[in-house]
């Protein structure tokens, strides 16, 4: 059994020949089926740009979450700091945590979102992309105004800060300012052990948290048969593929029947076994065991899983086997 608690990341995937409205319309069941199902958050992450993914504003897509739930976590997974001026992060996650019960987490992240340039400038503004300080004075400036009186006056639920991490030098910006890491092991598997070791070692005592805390973001897919696992895996198979070769910012989702005839280049493949071996695949007792071990090899504090599926009833049905 895992005994930790499991939250869940989703990014609102959109299928080729569909719209962000079809993948963005089933989040209200999405949430609710969360919520029943008792999963401690539920995160929306800051995509731009992207034929494939729907989740281009966290802040909105929490609060539609947390309209229609009750005892979940809604947050951000995350908003990008580069993107954004601090002040008006402060502003926006403090009414989520007015309006939620206090029941908000915001997650900050370095990226910006986007692989075209002309969005990132966009979103910047016209700015040169974030430097290291840059991303670094953002962050401290973010955490010097939640809970101020000049964001939002009268003891406001501050909602609850933390940093999203894929390499060392990340989880080192969490550590020395006492912020809890969510960990993308989903996305850099290759750097989790180094990035972990060097988060618990830096570890400063803060007003956030007195000890070190690890989220790890896991992909998930799991399913009734290891076949139907399979079946579902293999649009962000492709989709990854392309990622992997510089090509992936205007590949739309494939379906499972058009990815299941897919021929990738033979260098390719032992690429993407080399990734999945690190997520949990497979049917319930394969991804049980899968979790299980990589919470013991990380010694992490929950778990979040992240179902690349685009179908909304498979991700349910995946929520559901996990939690069984």
Not at 185 to 191: A, K, L, V, Y
Not at 287 to 299: D, H, I, N, P
């Amino acid at each position: 059994m895992i005994d930790l608690p499991l939250s869940v990341l989703e990014l609102a995937l959109v299928e080729a020949g569909q719209s962000a409205t079809a993948a963005l319309e089933p989040l209200s069941a999405v949430a609710r089926r969360v919520d029943e199902l008792g999963y401690r958050r539920l995160w929306f992450a800051e995509h731009h740009g992207s034929p494939a993914i729907a989740s281009a504003s966290p802040q909105v897509l929490a609060a539609h979450a947390g309209a229609v739930t009750s005892r979940v976590r809604v947050g951000s997974g995350g908003v990008l700091a580069p993107n954004h001026a601090p002040f008006a992060l402060a502003e926006q996650f403090g009414t989520l945590s007015a309006l939620n019960g206090g029941r908000v987490d915001l997650g900050v992240g370095r990226g910006p979102g986007a692989l075209d340039p002309d969005i990132i400038r966009a979103l910047r503004r016209g700015a040169e992309p974030a430097q290291e300080a840059d991303y670094h004075a953002d962050v401290d400036e973010l955490l010097k105004y939640l809970g101020s009186d000049k964001v939002l006056p009268g003891g406001v639920t501050v909602p609850e800060p933390w940093l999203l991490s894929s390499s060392p030098a990340g989880a080192e910006v969490a550590a020395e300012r006492g912020l809890p890491i969510a960990f993308a092991h989903h996305i850099r598997p290759d750097n989790t052990a180094s990035s972990l070791e060097r988060y618990r070692e830096k570890f400063q005592p803060s007003k956030w948290r007195s000890e070190p805390y690890v989220l790890l973001c896991v992909e998930t897919i799991c399913a009734d048969t290891e076949a139907e696992a399979e079946y579902l895996s293999g649009p962000m198979n492709v989709l990854k593929s392309h990622l992997l070769t510089g090509g992936g910012g205007d590949q739309p989702m494939l379906t499972p029947d058009e990815a299941a005839g897919y021929e990738f280049a033979p260098e390719m493949i032992p690429q993407l076994e080399h990734f999945r071996a690190a997520q949990a695949y497979g049917e319930r007792e394969q991804v049980q065991a899968r979790l299980a071990e990589l919470a013991k090899q990380t010694g992490a504090d929950e778990i979040m899983v992240t179902v690349p599926v685009f179908d909304a009833k498979a991700r349910i049905r995946c929520y559901e086997l996990v939690k069984e």
